[in-house]
């Protein structure tokens, strides 16, 4: 947030705490924190139920105003306007004004990147150090084994017919087929 904003939000977060405020809660400090370019932060949140009552999900709106589908993800680092509902607070946690999430307007959205928290170190390469790797070669499967090329063949199968023998007509029973196995020798 630029200074007029974080200045805006501060004294609307210091009027709802006083609103809100019990005879014993004491004076909340201001939670926003500056950051390297001059510009302030604050973490809001919503979760998923306050108190036993389940929360909506917020709104999300383009810049032109138009409401986004339910399946679009914010990205890191995209610019936003956001409206908070503040909800005083105190307890063995701090004192306070919660900002709960209630709708986000993307004014400008950044590009999805791969998080990943590793730099590259020695050891284990799956791009050079696989041994099995599969080779088309006009249609035939190879397989590559320590530079060792092995064609792979498939293995005729051979289908067996089977014919199975039609139910007694008799209305004899399961029992007395049983009973009338052993007879056959």
């Known amino acids: 947030m630029d200074d007029a ?3 805006a ?15 014993n809660w004491p004076t909340i400090k201001n939670p926003f924190k500056k950051t390297d370019d ?17 929360t909506t999900k917020p709104s999300q709106f383009d810049a032109k105003t138009n409401e986004l589908p339910d399946d679009f993800q914010l990205t890191s680092g995209s610019i936003v306007n956001v409206a908070v509902k503040g909800i005083p607070y105190s307890g063995s946690m701090g004192d306070g004004c919660s900002l709960r999430l209630q709708a986000v307007q993307v004014l400008k959205l ?4 791969q998080l990943n928290p590793f730099s590259a170190e020695d050891g284990y390469n799956s791009k050079e150090d696989n041994p099995f790797t599969a080779v088309v070669v006009e249609g035939v499967v190879e397989e590559v084994v320590e530079g060792v090329v092995e064609e792979v063949v498939e293995e ?10 039609a139910p007694p007509t008799d209305g004899s029973d399961l029992s007395s087929i049983i009973d009338d196995w052993d007879d056959e020798d």
Request: without cysteine; positive net charge; glycine residues 8%.
């Open 38 to 54: 001059g510009m302030w932060s604050h973490k809001a949140n919503l979760k998923g139920a306050y108190n036993g009552t389940k």
């Open 9 to 23: 939000l501060w004294t609307y977060m210091k009027t709802t705490y006083a609103e809100g405020k019990k005879k």
């Open 110 to 113: 950044a590009e999805r990147k």
């Open 5 to 7: 904003t974080a200045k």
């Open 156 to 165: 005729p199968t051979k289908v067996v017919q089977k014919t199975a023998s």
